[in-house]
């Protein structure tokens, strides 16, 4: 089966820096990677995707790229807000089955 | 009501206690997914189903018992539990995927507490 490995597991940036979550998958079939942020108390939202036929994928502050030769992936948050804090999850699809990384918990300083 | 809904929010149980977990979604979506998170721990897929029909048990013991009685709706019925079923349950929604992967859309979860 498929497995994540998302790092770093912790993550504290100064407010306007930019944050950076990497995650490398074993299986090459999968094919749609998306990304979870996931505040307290609530569960997992969808935060942005891309597909494998895609290199870089960028909506707002937020970027995500793909390399499908190494198998990894990785999430660019830019101009960091207080807001952004937060558990963040990469996954990997294949077919139905999403694979979750462990998680990275980013904490903004003001 | 609007995206995936799940109740109750919190549950605190006794072993030998029966409950069941509900979930809706308001999406039109025809898949649905049961997830358990534990702390410091990966979310691991227990159910799926599609289009009504269960179509993964992923090595789910059986003190788990899910229902999809339609399209919109997804149980999750619990008996004799153990302290170490403790952990959030979350409930997620897509279109039914034809081998591309399908946006996956979650409720906010239960709180289970096994006592």
């Known amino acids: 089966g498929e497995n994540v490995e998302q790092h770093p597991s912790t993550l504290s940036v100064q407010e306007g820096d930019s944050a950076v979550i990497k995650c490398t998958y074993s299986?090459?079939?999968?094919?749609?990677f998306p990304w979870y942020k996931q505040e307290l108390g609530k569960g997992p939202q969808l935060i942005i995707d891309?597909?494998?036929?895609?290199g870089e994928k960028k909506d707002q502050r937020i970027a995500v790229t793909l390399n499908k030769t190494a198998k990894h992936f990785s999430l660019h948050i830019t101009e960091t807000q207080p807001e952004d804090s937060a558990v963040y999850f990469c996954?990997?699809?294949?077919?139905?089955?999403?694979?979750f990384g462990a998680g990275t918990t980013v904490t903004v300083r003001a | 009501e609007t995206g995936v809904t799940q109740t109750p929010r919190h549950l605190v149980m006794g072993m030998t206690n029966k409950k069941s977990l509900k979930c809706e979604q308001h999406?039109?979506?025809?898949?649905m997914y049961w997830y358990k998170q534990s702390a410091k721990k990966p979310l691991e897929l227990m159910f799926v189903?599609?289009?009504?029909?269960?179509?993964e048990n992923n090595s789910v013991p059986s003190r788990f018992s899910p229902e999809c009685p339609n399209s919109s709706h997804l149980f999750l019925h619990l008996h004799t539990l153990q302290p170490e079923d403790s952990a959030l349950y979350l409930c997620?929604?897509?279109?039914?995927?034809?081998?591309?992967?399908?946006?996956?859309?979650f409720g906010p979860g239960t709180r289970l507490t096994v006592t």
């Open positions: 997620a929604s897509s279109q039914a995927p034809e081998g591309a992967g399908y946006e996956q859309y």
């Open positions: 299986d090459s079939a999968s094919n749609y």
């Open positions: 891309i597909r494998s036929n895609v």
């Open positions: 996954a990997a699809i294949n077919d139905y089955k999403l694979s």
């Open positions: 999406l039109g979506h025809n898949a």
């Open positions: 189903y599609s289009l009504e029909e269960r179509v």
